[in-house]
């Protein structure tokens, strides 16, 4: 990596493009860029992480505040990246900012967890996560309809609060389902970004209708009087000081800091089912006038997607009680923190239309997962793609394919290890283990707006960060308050997160030096 920061970042800020992306197919406009921002959000997560999230806050008020704290911080962050995106309109996006901005060691510890864990390991989870839903009309496809058992993981202690394994690992009907979508939209996007962006398009459409559908029948369908008058009496209730470790907030240190510890660790939840809004900037090299469609795809995508969270979660608030019985009859028995299998989004359709409800809702979720899987898949690739560029990835990912110009190979090699991921009980638990290391990875990549902003003054900026430098600095303060909430509530979640981060780093040090001496010979 002999190449310097400055000369790297120069094309990219000047009127040329760099060689690397002249061989990408800008396919992508300002509406398939937006759909690729709200498509890779939204997912399973809206539909089911409420229900754990309002038994962590018990309050109906805090579980709105979660949401909102979310939907700060993912916009603001949507801004600030808007800012390195028109400045650096290149294929691999974040990646590419770490890069110039720290260094290529930060950028590649960077792709090397979102390859390991964040980005299959998402995919993984939302393609099983359809094949849970699609056995709602077929029972036969479920997780304990073995096709081929191959062994169940003891548990391993690291800790007395840190435990890994403990599943079954094996093919089942269920996770089938998953490599099936997998396998089909990895093959699908080697035939073009066009093609990719319209499956992209026609699926992004369809489930933000279905969210806003469920919004607009709650609203004029579903109100239920006996549920409002429970949950918003006592909105702010503050019970969630005395649970799941705010009580010494609470105590120690008053009820204002116990409320926001039990806000940043209801933060697992929520970050989960709004992260991924970056991916769009993986695929910078193939948008149409990126300087402008980027930061306006960033901002517009996630603006929709938060006030639509949002509402749902009123909604939800609407239909069921907040608090419930566990092993209530009835689905408004259950509530919200008890609604089965935490799918609240189906439990608030089945209270309104009944069992005609709970299946609609679960179409819903087909079609919202199933296009989540593909702008997973189609962004993700990209990043490897120019990893491989720097050498610092295996070098066939680099390569595209002939006539439909995509990085056939890096989707390829994507779709072999989330398929591996498919066949493992371990990608939900990863899934929380990283979230740490992802908040860790926004608060350097936000950080390094400031030093390109200090190193490179006179460098062409096409858009400028809203707020800067106040709002920036503002989320890089609440998200490392929240980091450091959950090394204290959440351990099992964070340290295997750190550690999977830092194994990148001899890993790095071995291609390296292999990619230097390649280029001395």
Not at 109 to 119: D, E, K, P, R
Request: charged residues 10%; glycine residues 10%.
């Amino acid at each position: 990596m002999s190449t310097s920061a400055d000369t790297r970042i120069a094309p990219a800020t000047g009127s040329a493009e760099p060689a690397a992306n002249s061989e990408l197919v800008k396919g992508l406009g300002l509406t398939s860029a937006t759909t690729l921002v709200m498509g890779s959000m939204i997912g399973s997560g809206i539909f089911i992480v409420s229900a754990e999230i309002a038994r962590e806050v018990n309050s109906p008020g805090l579980l709105i505040m979660a949401w909102a704290v979310t939907g700060f911080m993912t916009i603001v962050g949507a801004l600030s990246y808007g800012e390195l995106a028109a400045m650096m309109p290149k294929a691999g996006g974040q990646y590419v900012y770490l890069r110039e901005s720290l260094g290529p060691l930060w950028g590649f510890l960077y792709g090397w967890t979102l390859f390991l864990v964040i980005q299959t390991g998402t995919v993984a989870a939302v393609g099983v996560a359809f094949g849970k839903f699609l056995g709602h009309f077929f029972p036969s496809v479920s997780a304990t309809n073995w096709i081929w058992h191959i062994a169940k993981v003891p548990e391993w202690h690291i800790t007395s609060q840190i435990t890994l394994g403990g599943m079954d690992v094996g093919l089942n009907r269920q996770n089938l389902a998953g490599i099936v979508v997998v396998i089909f939209l990895s093959v699908l996007n080697v035939f073009g970004i066009r093609l990719g962006a319209a499956v992209q398009n026609v699926f992004t459409i369809a489930k933000v209708s279905a969210l806003a559908g469920l919004v607009l029948l709650g609203i004029f369908v579903g109100r239920n009087p006996k549920a409002i008058a429970a949950n918003f009496t006592d909105f702010w209730r503050l019970g969630a000081l005395h649970s799941a470790g705010g009580a010494d907030a609470g105590v120690l240190l008053g009820p204002f800091v116990g409320v926001l510890t039990i806000l940043a660790v209801a933060q697992v939840g929520t970050l989960f089912s709004a992260d991924a809004w970056n991916n769009v900037t993986f695929t910078a090299g193939e948008v149409k006038n990126p300087r402008r469609n980027l930061p306006l795809s960033l901002a517009m995508g996630t603006g929709v997607v938060i006030a639509l969270y949002i509402a749902a979660n009123f909604i939800y608030l609407g239909v069921l009680p907040f608090t419930g019985d566990p092993h209530g009859a009835t689905v408004f028995a259950r509530g919200i923190q008890y609604a089965t299998s935490d799918r609240v989004g189906t439990a608030v359709m089945q209270e309104m239309f009944g069992s005609r409800g709970a299946a609609l809702m679960a179409v819903a979720i087909m079609i919202s997962t199933f296009g989540c899987c593909n702008g997973l898949i189609l962004s993700g690739a990209r990043v490897y793609y120019a990893m491989a560029k720097d050498g610092l990835f295996f070098k066939s990912t680099g390569a595209l394919h002939s006539k439909y110009h995509t990085p056939k190979n890096a989707l390829i090699v994507q779709g072999i290890w989330t398929c591996i991921l498919c066949l493992s009980g371990t990608y939900n638990d990863l899934l929380n283990y990283v979230i740490f290391a992802v908040l860790v990875f926004y608060i350097l990549t936000i950080a390094g707006l400031f030093i390109l902003r200090y190193k490179q003054p006179q460098a062409e900026r096409p858009y400028r960060a809203v707020g800067y430098p106040v709002l920036p600095a503002v989320y890089i303060v609440m998200a490392l308050f929240i980091d450091i909430v959950l090394l204290r509530y959440k351990p099992q979640y964070t340290w295997p997160g750190l550690i999977i981060v830092l194994l990148g780093i001899p890993v790095y040090l071995i291609w390296s030096r292999r990619t230097a001496a390649a280029q001395a010979a």
